[in-house]
């Protein structure tokens, strides 16, 4: 995604707009129990304050992120790699994208890790430096031993405003779904580019919960804390194609100098 230009983007946008009006009953319909961010349900703000979303100057949200501190997000390098600040706003404190809710923050500084090239080849985080100060709660940072957080089976929990199907629109709502840590081996079956060292899969082996295109940057919580950036998968969703996060934990050193 961060590959693509944003004039792609917004005429994608615009494709989907429409395609959205067509498809959305029919999509409603079909998907009635199984409408959000894929497999997931309606989030309260309230309960995720630290949650946030990232638009164009022009207001087109386009990925996610975590407040860690009262200035800072963590978010993924593919969603601001190449960008200069004023191409970004942080929407802090909003659970309907529609209202006026929170506050929309300019951003002052944008860190990319510096060894970031692609998703497939990891180091996929970023920060922000916000313009302001914000009073929405943070959400911890795993520290660098945390393994507990990574072992298969723990339930992570992921929050956005992305796509509610792999073809589907982008959702106006705050949406959560849970998806457990999966074992690294098994990952590895998924995706052969998966590295452990950098990485770290969640999601159903069936398939059916997952994030989406427009939830990455946002926060894969476990235990309380930030374990994991949304960063890349195939489709969404799919069985035996798991959502794949940035194994944060990894990064606790890099980030102590940023944050
Ligand atoms: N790369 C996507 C984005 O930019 C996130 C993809 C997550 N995909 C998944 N199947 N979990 O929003």
Redesign the pocket.
């Known amino acids: 995604?961060g590959a693509t230009s944003r004039v792609t983007r917004l005429l994608l946008a615009a494709v989907l707009a429409s395609a959205a009006v067509v498809a959305g009953l029919t999509q409603a319909n079909a998907d009635q129990e199984n409408q959000q961010i894929v497999g997931g349900s309606r989030a309260s703000i309230a309960d995720h304050p630290y949650v946030v979303y990232l638009t164009t100057a022009e207001g087109f949200q386009f990925?996610g992120g975590t407040l860690v501190d009262d200035n800072k997000v963590i978010t993924?390098a593919?969603?601001t790699a190449g960008k200069q600040p004023a191409d970004v706003v942080v929407v802090a404190g909003r659970e309907d994208k529609e209202s006026g809710a929170g506050l929309a923050s300019p951003v002052r500084q944008i860190w990319v890790h510096p060894e970031f090239t692609n998703?497939r080849s990891g180091n996929d985080v970023s920060v922000l430096t916000l313009t302001q100060r914000v009073q929405y709660a943070p959400l911890p940072l795993p520290s660098k031993d945390d393994a507990d957080i990574y072992r298969a089976g723990q339930p992570g929990l992921v929050l956005g405003w992305?796509r509610v199907a792999a073809d589907g629109q982008p959702s106006r709502y705050l949406l959560r779904a849970g998806v457990p840590i999966m074992a690294d081996p098994d990952c590895t079956k998924s995706y052969p580019a998966y590295q452990p060292t950098t990485m770290v899969c969640a999601?159903l082996p069936q398939g059916g919960v997952?994030?989406?295109?427009?939830?990455?940057?946002g926060p894969l919580v476990v235990d309380g804390k930030l374990a994991g950036i949304?960063?890349?998968?195939?489709?969404?969703?799919a069985p035996g194609?798991?959502?794949?996060y940035t194994r944060l934990a990894v990064y606790r050193d890099v980030l102590e100098d940023q944050v």
């Open positions: 995604m990925c993924a593919h969603c998703v992305g999601g997952d994030t989406c295109q427009g939830d990455s940057g949304t960063s890349w998968g195939e489709g969404c969703a194609k798991p959502g794949v």
